[in-house]
């Protein structure tokens, strides 16, 4: 899947995270990163579970696990919602868990692309 930058999109962003393009520069079409590269700190897919199976806590949230990785003090991670993130070059993208017992965990994050796709070949 493909995602189109419009100038429109581009032009309405405040953030340092979003510069804005010359006026003359053509749409950007960037892939939609939903794989991990190197250490995963790139990965904005939406898995939300950990590798042993935990609910992901939200990043805004402080409980059950108070931390600072918050969207505030990471800005440009995409720490939105309860993704698995690796915004502190972690060995791989990793949350912060529902369950007050673990603290965080690693994230099993694939490669859509490695899909197995022949079973649905004829």
């Known amino acids: 899947m493909y995602l189109v ?12 995270c979003h510069p804005l393009p010359s006026a003359s520069e053509p749409p950007t079409i960037v892939p939609e990163l939903t794989c991990t590269t ?5 990965y904005r897919g939406t898995i939300a579970v950990t590798e042993s199976g935990k609910t992901c806590q939200s990043w805004s949230a402080q409980t059950p696990h108070k931390h600072n990785r918050s969207p505030d003090n990471y800005p440009c991670k995409g720490l939105d919602s309860n ?4 915004p502190d070059n972690e060995r791989m993208p990793w949350c912060y868990t529902t369950d007050p017992e673990t603290r965080w965990e690693y994230c099993k994050v694939a490669c859509a692309a490695a899909a197995d796709w022949s079973r649905f070949s004829t």
Request: proline share 5%.
């Open 5 to 16: 930058l419009d100038l429109f999109f581009l032009s309405s962003a405040t953030s340092p």
């Open 83 to 86: 993704y698995c993130r690796n």
């Open 38 to 42: 190197g250490e995963g700190e790139a």
